[in-house]
C-alpha cells in the first residue's frame, strides 16, 4: 500500500493540452474516485498514472517515489480496464496467474495465489473456464482477481462497470466497496457516473475540461459544492438552478417570484445570482411560491415532479405520494436553512 | 410460410393440399434455391474432376478415346525416376516456399500494424506482387534471373561481389532457390494483408494489460498475439499450401521444368505429359496423385481449424 502524490501534472497530445496542471493527493488506503462527464480527462489521468501514457509536465509519486519513467510494470500498480482485457485464450486461473508466470515465481506460489483471490471474489469454480464462457460481471471479477493477485501497492480501476447492466452495476459497487474495505489497498477509480462515485469514494475528486473543479468527500461535495459544474454533477435528479438576483435578503427570481436565503451572503445585494435548488429540498407549503404541475413520475419510493414556474421548469422529488395532476397548482418552498447561491459570472460558490 | 397459415382457404376446407404444403416447405424451396449453384459446380468442378480421374485410368491420348486400363498408369509413374523426382521438388518447394512465406508475411504484418507515415499507402503497395498478373510477374522474374543480363548480376558484378554472372536457372539448386524465392515474393503479400487483418482484431487493451502484467514485446506477441492468431494463421496457410502445391504458371514461364527436371512439379509434369507430350492418360495420373497430398494439407489443417475452446461462447465485450 502506498499514497499517491500528483503534482501540477499536465499532458498535451501534440499541440492540444488536454490536462492542465492537476494536483491530488491520495493517502495510503484511500479510495479515490476520479468522477466528471467524458472528454474530462479522468482516464487519461488514471493511464497516466498506470504508465500507459507518459507524463507532459508535472510529477507523480507512488509511495515517495517519482514514477514519471518508471515503466508500468515497475510501478507496482494494477489495472482493472473497462472492457476487462482478458486474455481470451487464457483459463480463468491462467489469466490471474500471467504476470506472476512472466515474474517467474515458483508454481506453489502462483497456485496459494491464485487460489486465495478466487476465494475472495467467489471464482473458485471457474478457474478453468474461458472468458468467453463467463458472464459480464464473472469476466468483471476475474479482471479484479488479476490485480488483487498481484497485491499492487495501488489498484486503478478504469470505468470497471460500465459494460454492465444497472442491477449487475449496483451489485458489483458494493462487492468493490467490500473489497476495499477488506483488503484496504490505496484505490483509484475512474468514472463518469456520479451515483458510483457517492456511494463508493472516501474522497471524489471531480474533474472538468482537463482542471480538478473540487475535492471531497462525497457529502461535503453534495452539501458545500464550490461551483456550478460541481453542484449540478454532483446529486441526481440534478440541482435546479434559477437566475436572479439578491434583493433585501431574499432572492428574487428573474421570473419573478421569490425565494428566501437564509443568511444573504455579504455584499451580494443586487447582485446578479444563481440560485441552486436540489430537487429534495423542495417542500409543499400553504404559503410557498406557486407552480404549475407538468410532469408527475411516481417510483414507487418517491415522485418525481416537473414544476414550472416563472417561464423556468424546475424538478422536485417528494417523499411523499402526490395526487397532483399535470396543469393543477402546487405551491413550494425551498426546505433548506440556507440555500445554495453562486456568483452569475463565475459560477462559484458565494458564501454567506 | 407465415403466408399459409394466414391466407384463408375457404375452398379448401379440409387443409392445404399435397401442392400448397410443398410451396411452403422449407427443404423444398431450398432444393429449387441452390440447384442453380450446384448445377454450376457439378459442370466446372466434378465433371472436370471425375473426368481427370476416369482418364488416368485409361490409356488415353490425344485423338484416341482409349480403354479401361486399371492402374497401369500409376504402377508406370510411381516407378518413373523423373515422376519422383517431382514428387520431391513439389514438396520440397511447397515446404520451402510456404515456411518463407509465413515468417516474412507475420513479420510483414507485424510491422504493417504498427503506427507507420503513409500507412494506407504502404499498405497497398505490399499488395502490388499479389495484383500482377502471375505471368508478367514470371516473365520480370525471368529477365532478373537472366544469365547474361540479370540485374542481380550486374549489381552484384559493380559492387565487386561477384566476378563472373550467376547462372540463376542453369544449375539446378540455383533454380530450385530461384522459383521459390519468385513464389515467396508473389504469395507473401496475401499472407501479410490476412494476418495484418488478424491482427487488428487483437484488443489494443491485451496489450495494455500485458505492459502492465509485465510482458517483454517477445513475451507479448508469444503469449497473446500469437495464441490469438493461431485460427486465421491456419486458414491462411492452408490456402497457402494448397496454392503452392498445385502451382503452375510461375514454373512453367521461368524454368519449364528445367534444368534437367530439377524444377519440375507434378503439375507443370502432368501438363507437359498430357497436353504436350499426348499422353493424357498418363498425365491424368499424375495430376490424380497430387490429389492424396491436397487431402492431407487439408485434413491437417481441418484439425487445426476445429474450435478451440476457448473460441466457444460469446465475445469479450
Known amino acids: 500500500m502506498a499514497s499517491v502524490t500528483i503534482r501540477e501534472v499536465r499532458k498535451a497530445f501534440g499541440p492540444v493540452e488536454i490536462i492542465h496542471g492537476v494536483n491530488i493527493d491520495i493517502e495510503d488506503g484511500e479510495f479515490v474516485i476520479l468522477v466528471g462527464p467524458s472528454g474530462c480527462g479522468k482516464s487519461t489521468l488514471l493511464r497516466m498514472l498506470a504508465g500507459l501514457e507518459n507524463i507532459t509536465s508535472g510529477e507523480i509519486s507512488i509511495g515517495n517515489r517519482v514514477v514519471n519513467q518508471v515503466p508500468p510494470k515497475e510501478r507496482d500498480i494494477a489495472m482493472v480496464f473497462q472492457n476487462y482485457a482478458l486474455y481470451p485464450h487464457m483459463s480463468v486461473a491462467d489469466n490471474m496467474a500471467f504476470s506472476m508466470k512472466l515474474r517467474g515465481a515458483p508454481q506453489s506460489e502462483i497456485t496459494e495465489r491464485v487460489d486465495k483471490a478466487a476465494r475472495i471474489l467467489g471464482l473458485t469454480q471457474l478457474l478453468d473456464r474461458y ?17 488483487i493477485v498481484r497485491d499492487p501497492q495501488v489498484f486503478l ?53 482537463g482542471i480538478v473543479e473540487q475535492i ?40 419573478g417570484f421569490r425565494l428566501p436565503v437564509g443568511k444573504a451572503p455579504a455584499g451580494a445585494e443586487g447582485r446578479p445570482v444563481i440560485y441552486g435548488l436540489r430537487p429534495e429540498h423542495i417542500r409543499i407549503e400553504a404559503g410557498g411560491v406557486p407552480t404549475e404541475v407538468v410532469v408527475v413520475e411516481p417510483t414507487g419510493s418517491e415522485t418525481q415532479v416537473v414544476l414550472r414556474v416563472g417561464g423556468q421548469e424546475i424538478v422536485a422529488v417528494f417523499k411523499e405520494r402526490l395526487t ?29 | 410460410m407465415s403466408d399459409a397459415a394466414i391466407t384463408p382457404s375457404g375452398h379448401d376446407r379440409a387443409g392445404p393440399s399435397f401442392w400448397e404444403g410443398l410451396k411452403t416447405n422449407r427443404n423444398f424451396l431450398g432444393f429449387w434455391f441452390m440447384l442453380p449453384a450446384a448445377a454450376f459446380l457439378v459442370l466446372f468442378l466434378v465433371y472436370p474432376l471425375g473426368l481427370g480421374v476416369w482418364l488416368s485410368f485409361t490409356d488415353s491420348k490425344i485423338g484416341n478415346p482409349g480403354d479401361f486400363i486399371g492402374l497401369e498408369n500409376y504402377e508406370w509413374i510411381i516407378g518413373d525416376a523423373k515422376f519422383q523426382l517431382a514428387v520431391f521438388n513439389t514438396l520440397f518447394y511447397t515446404f520451402v516456399a510456404s515456411v518463407v512465406k509465413f515468417a516474412v508475411g507475420l513479420y510483414l504484418a507485424i510491422l504493417l500494424n504498427n503506427h507507420l507515415p503513409f500507412k494506407a499507402m504502404i499498405r497497398a503497395v505490399v499488395l502490388i506482387p499479389f495484383i500482377v498478373p502471375t505471368v508478367l510477374s514470371a516473365i520480370a522474374f525471368w529477365w532478373i534471373f ?64 500485458a505492459t502492465l502484467d509485465g510482458a517483454s514485446k517477445w513475451q507479448m506477441f508469444r503469449y497473446v498475439t500469437y495464441p490469438i492468431l493461431t485460427p486465421i494463421i491456419a486458414v491462411v496457410m492452408t490456402f497457402s499450401v494448397l496454392f503452392t502445391f498445385t502451382d503452375f504458371q510461375l514454373i512453367k514461364v521461368l524454368t519449364n521444368g528445367g534444368p534437367a527436371g530439377t524444377t519440375e512439379l507434378m503439375a507443370t509434369m502432368s501438363y507437359n505429359t498430357a497436353i504436350l507430350g499426348g499422353r493424357i492418360g498418363e498425365g491424368a495420373a499424375i495430376s490424380t496423385a497430387m490429389i492424396p497430398f491436397l487431402l492431407g494439407a487439408i485434413m491437417i489443417s481441418w484439425f487445426g481449424l476445429q474450435k478451440r475452446k476457448w473460441q466457444q461462447g460469446s465475445d469479450n465485450d
Open chain 1, 131 to 147: 472468458p468467453r464462457q463467463l458472464s459480464g460481471g464473472q469476466r468483471q471479477r476475474v479482471a479484479m482477481g488479476r490485480a
Open chain 1, 157 to 209: 480501476f478504469d470505468e470497471p462497470l460500465s459494460n454492465l447492466d444497472a442491477k449487475l452495476r449496483v451489485q458489483m459497487r458494493t462487492e468493490i466497496k467490500e473489497l476495499h474495505q477488506r483488503l484496504k489497498t490505496t484505490t483509484v477509480y475512474v468514472t463518469h457516473d456520479q451515483i458510483e462515485a457517492m456511494t463508493m469514494a472516501d474522497k471524489i475528486v471531480v474533474m472538468h475540461d
Open chain 1, 216 to 255: 471531497g468527500a462525497p457529502l461535503d461535495l453534495y452539501d458545500n459544492p464550490d461551483n456550478l459544474f460541481v453542484a449540478g454533477f454532483i446529486g441526481s435528479p440534478a440541482m435546479n438552478f434559477i437566475k436572479g438576483r439578491i434583493e433585501g435578503g431574499e432572492f428574487v427570481a428573474d421570473g
Open chain 1, 324 to 352: 397532483a395532476r399535470p396543469g393543477e397548482t402546487l405551491a413550494i418552498s425551498p426546505s433548506l436553512a440556507v440555500a445554495h447561491l453562486f456568483d452569475a459570472d463565475t459560477g462559484r460558490r458565494l458564501v454567506a
Open chain 2, 146 to 209: 537472366d544469365p547474361q543480363f540479370s540485374v542481380i548480376s550486374w549489381a552484384l558484378r559493380k559492387w565487386g561481389w561477384i566476378s563472373g554472372n550467376i547462372d540463376f536457372l542453369g544449375d539446378p539448386w540455383n533454380a530450385r532457390i530461384s522459383v521459390i524465392f519468385a513464389n515467396v515474393w508473389r504469395g507473401v503479400p496475401f499472407i501479410a494483408i490476412t494476418l495484418l487483418a488478424g491482427l487488428q482484431t487483437v484488443s489494443p487493451s491485451l496489450y495494455e494489460a
